[in-house]
């Protein structure tokens, strides 16, 4: 079995660019649920720090995950 790990590599970080593109425009449409005070005690601390959208750390987190 040969594979080229280039291509993997390549097709890897094509992936993680398309699927945060996805995930950011839903954000846009769903951001209402993410700062409704009622939903607050859900999220954790990493996600929600703060009142308002998730900050960068959780974005880095997710990526790195």
Do not use: D, R
């Not at 992936?15 to 005690?41: C, D, G, H, K, R």
């Amino acid at each position: 079995m040969n594979i080229n790990f280039k291509k993997v590599a390549i097709s890897s970080i094509v992936f993680l660019i398309i699927s945060q593109i996805i995930n950011t425009v839903t954000a846009v449409f769903t951001m209402s649920y993410y700062t409704n005070p009622e939903y607050f005690a859900l999220w954790s601390k990493l996600m929600m720090p703060a009142n308002g959208p998730p900050g960068t750390e959780f974005f880095l987190a997710v990526i790195l995950y």
